[in-house]
Structure formats: structure tokens, C-alpha cells
């Protein structure tokens, strides 16, 4: 009988699910089966010893040890010297990230986020190690223990209460990694990387997800894709895509007062009408019922603001071949280029040109693996005024020439 990788619940808690934030206990005795987390967690290690696999690289499990694993990472416990005991907060990702992306320190919110995708390892000690301890003590305080069902009444603001206490907690961690000397983690010998497909696919949601995407960021083919996902997970590539939509769709059903409308671009619908088919097929009950029954908890999103990203972003992505500047998009909209940088971190987390070039560079990628057309012509067709420009910016973003990528690109096709 075929093994898929199991794949965790989305939801924080399975008795609430529009709890923001859960805390529980596990311990572990032998090694684990892989598993996908839908839901992100941090893990702290309060006694044993052993070892966990995350995302192919592994790191030692000790006391102290305190792990962040973000949505649609894969982990496995590998070994077990002495039995494991954990103190786990499960927590939503998007209300977290949006409510730090929205703060007034965005640049230094943005690259905790960062942070947290570049590790998921941390060794708090002293000083460090106490703060996390309490921090976990106050979120199991907040919200009960929820394996035996120790859930406590109700207080007022206990949704910004527990926010702010995860955002502390991963502020914490990340300081505990900017301290420490070195990690107890190795990479492994033989890296498949297929592993991080799914991670992959699960922050590019909002764009257009097909299989000759995926297979030009991975240098694998189409088929080798779809059989991988299919096998580890019992998916289809386009059940897979949907299953991950409907993930962020119930969130802004729960969190936000956003239109289908409104969400159909920023999930990667074609439209409201797409949404409602998608979400009725995996659901099985219409969105509007679905709203009426979870209504919003928690309204943490500037909708206007909001919008306004979404517009910005759609704008300069129809537009990038033609000769825009910051300026003149900034104007369009009403807003200083101060702002629109502001707006577009917090959507895209990149200002002006850097998205921009993103988008050029991409579509110059596009053009010389499906056309014989000359480096010169593509450079102007995506924008760009000159060459020179042209390659200073790819090697930027792709650390290669723009011919040696296409002879590259040929290489593996054939």
C-alpha cells in the first residue's frame, strides 16, 4: 500500500477553529513518519535528546533547543536518544505576518519574516532562554492547553494579546539567532531538493502556479513535478494548488471583511465565481454560508490600505514592459513614492524597482526559453532601455549572463 506524507490540519485547534493561537504538550518516544505542517508552530524542547529533519537539513533536538517550522514545511524525527518532551504554540501565519507587516517598523518586521524562512533553528540561552520560557507561559495562560481541553474564559483583547505575544516570541528567536555562535545542524549529503516544492508553491499563491513554473525554478520536468506532489501526497498538481487556496481563502473569510471580489487577485482566482466553484467542490457548502456561520473574529487588516496594495501591484504587473517610473505610477495612484514603497512591502516585500525588475527579469527568462529571439530584443521588449541594463540586472537576480542561462536552460531540456 502506497505511504503519503501526512499532511497536517490547517487550523490551530480542531474544537475552534477560529482560534488565532493554541498551546499544547507532546512527547515523543521514536522517530516520526515525515509530515507537512499546514499550520506553522514554534517548538520548544524542554527535556531529552534526538534529532529532526527539517526541509532535508538536519538539527539536534536538546533542552533549550526552539524550533519555528512555517507552513507546508516537512519534518521528521529521525532519532531519539532520550524521550522528547515539547511545549508547542501553534499559531496563524497570515494574521501574524500581516499585523507585523503593518507596524510601523515594516523594514525590520520584514526581514524577521525573512529570517524565519532562512532557519527554523534557534538556541535561546541565559537571559533568552528565560524570555521564551515566559513567553510560552503567558500564551499557555491566554489560551488554555488544548489537548485536555483546558480552555479559559474568554478575556477582552485576547486576540491582539496573543498576537503580540507570538510576534514577541518571534522576535525572540530570531535574536536568539543573531547571537549564536554556530547551529547544531548539517546539510545533507545528498539534497533533494523536491522537498520544497510545496513550500514553494504555498508563498506564490497569488500568481499565475503552473507546472513549467515550478519546473524552470527547479530544473526538473513537468512530469517529474507532478509525479513527485502526487506521490508524497496523494494529490493532483491542480487539487494541491486548490487545496492551498482554499487554505488562505478561509482565513480571509475569518479574518478580513474582503470581498471575492477583492480576493480573487491576491489568491490567484480567476475571479469571484472561481472561488465559490473551488471553495463549494472542498468544502461542500457554499462560501456565503460559510461566512455567515465563522464570522470574522478579528478585523486585522486596513482594507482600504489593503486595496490600495493590491491595485499598485496589478498596476506596475500589467505594466512592466512599458517605460514606467516610480514617480509616474506614485502619481497615478495619489500617493508619495514613500508610500507606494510602504504598500508594495507590505504586499510583495520589495519596493518599486526591485518588483519591477522581478517582473522584467522573469519575463526576459520566459522569452528566451520559448523563442529564438536575440538577448537585444528581449532586453527591450521587457522594459529595459539598453543592454548594459538589461545584464546587470539578470546576473543580479539570477547570478548568471543571460546567454550562459539560456545555453543552461537548453542543457537540461535536452
Known sequence: MKEYIELQTQFCSKIDIKKICTFDYETIIEGTFPIYHKSPRFIFVKEGKGSIVVDMVPYELKAGVLLSVLPWKCTQITDVKEPLSFEIVKYNYDVVADTLKSSSSIRDNLSVLKKLEETPYAFPQGDMEKEVEYLFLRIREEVGIESVMDFRERKSYEEMNVIMQISSLIIAFCRAIDSRKEVSCKKVETCDNRILILRYIYMHLSEKMTLEKISKQFYLSRSSIRLYIYEKTGLTFHELVNEMRIMKTLNYLLYTDLTLEDMAPILGYVDAAHISKV????????????????????????????????????????????????????????????????????????????????????????????????????????????????????????????????????????
Open 279 to 414: 471553495f463549494s467542490h472542498r468544502m461542500e457548502n457554499k462560501i456565503t454560508n460559510y461566512r455567515k456561520t465563522y464570522q470574522k473574529v478579528l478585523n486585522i487588516m486596513n482594507i482600504e490600505e489593503r486595496k490600495l496594495a493590491y491595485q499598485l501591484v496589478e498596476y506596475i504587473s500589467r505594466n512592466f514592459q512599458e517605460e514606467i517610473q516610480a514617480s509616474f505610477v506614485a502619481d497615478r495612484f495619489g500617493i508619495s513614492i514613500e508610500d507606494m514603497n510602504r504598500h508594495l512591502m507590505i504586499q510583495v516585500e520589495t519596493n518599486f524597482y526591485d518588483f519591477l525588475n522581478k517582473l522584467r527579469i522573469n519575463k526576459a527568462c520566459e522569452l528566451m526559453l520559448c523563442s529564438d529571439m536575440p538577448i537585444t530584443d528581449i532586453a527591450i521588449e521587457v522594459g529595459y532601455s539598453t543592454v548594459k541594463t538589461f545584464r546587470r540586472n539578470f546576473i543580479e537576480l539570477r547570478h548568471v549572463l543571460p546567454n550562459q542561462f539560456r545555453m543552461v536552460q537548453a542543457e537540461l531540456v535536452n
